[in-house]
């Protein structure tokens, strides 16, 4: 029996998806827990596994196509069931299940039908979205010369007019075969567009200003623009800046990654020790040190962590991610190390599940492999604070009554005023400088 497939939550936070790629093509046998197709949603690429057996039958949302939670995106059943009720086919007692399903302008699920069972069992007559109309299970014909009702008025609903607008069709010549001649989606199939007018020519005159470049918002790029401007506009931020000898700390890197590289077997490569590795462990000590900085805002009280859970910014084309590092202060150095190259490696990769960007307790931000100073980051809520990090930078400095070659660190704190009081982030970093000039305690900490 053919059942439609709808778009499931994906991740907790998800209202819609854009479908990425599809994993199966119609006709293709689907087992359980097969992998239809990957889907991005506001956190990142998620895959969408098979709960049912059999064939997919018609595939109804092509790839790019962003779809609402409990959206039709696809059909299956047995091997050749007709299922022209399900994908807009003729007749019409279908069309009118179909006319009853179009989505209305405020992007309203399909209706149930009434009453009675479609030709193909219990499973309700679901219209296709606009994207995969073109492709219908029985292609209608083209249509015969329009039949307006009285007075010209086209009989169509707000979606077609929307979907006939979008495809450049003119719907007053247009035959409609749902109820009372009026024009469902379906109607549309096979016709093409006005012809459009001639292209504008690529230079501009005087005076005039380019045409910009469309960039169409992902996912991630519309989450990253709520989330921000709601933590800047809800957030009361302040920034505390610090400067720290970098010098024993890129002697103690350079150390580390000497004695991995002599232990290291023939062919084997050896690992290495990020300056961001360090300063990760070193974050977690100095927050175990000063727990008022692993602390959240509440409505009824401030939530102070019994865990290290450090969010650490990764790049990505499409924006940033922030892959969260469990129980840091429990971890050493070079685990940490291997986990944050594995989390970074499958972020950029859009592999990283929901539950590992969530629910961290602090942030770093680090911006220094694009050779900046210093800046200030954006908290990421709920956390109280994040930690900017700038480049590590060689510059004059002063020791005893020489000047000599040194190596600076800049770093600034963004913290929640509701949460972190300037005395305490300025405590939290005089322990973090402590650390970073002592490097040794990073390692037995």
Sequence with gaps: MAKVLE??????????GQISAWHKKEGDAIDIDDLL??????????EYKSFDRGTLLKILVPPGSVVQLGQPVAIIGAPGEDISALAGGSGGAAAQKQSAAE????????????????SSGDVPATSAPPAARGDAVSPPTQPAAPQPSSGGRVKASPYVRKLGRERGLDLSGVAGTGPGGRIVARDLDGLQPAPAAAAAPAATAPGELAAPEVRPLSMMRKAIARRLTESKQTVPHFYLSIDVDADPLNALREQINADLAATAG?????????????????????LVRVPECNAQF???????????????????PEGLVTPVVRNVDRKQVLDIAAEVRELAGRAKAKKLRPEEMANGTFSISNLGMYGIDNFGAVINPPEGAILAVGQVRREPVVRGEQIVPGRRLS???????????GAVGATFLKVLRQLLEHPTQILIG
């Design 7 to 16: 778009l499931p939550k994906l991740s907790p936070t998800m209202e819609e």
């Design 37 to 46: 197709a990957e889907v991005e949603t506001d956190k990142a690429t998620m």
């Design 103 to 118: 989505p209305q302008p405020k992007g309203d699920r399909p209706a149930q039908p009434a009453g009675g069972a479609a």
């Design 266 to 286: 023939e062919g084997e490569k050896p690992a290495k020790v990020s300056f961001n590795d360090l300063l990760v462990k070193a974050c977690a000590i100095a």
């Design 298 to 316: 509440t409505a009824d009280a401030i939530l102070v962590h019994r865990r290290v859970d450090i969010s650490v910014a990764v790049a990505v």
């Design 411 to 421: 770093m600034t704190l963004s913290c929640d005023h509701r949460v972190v009081d």
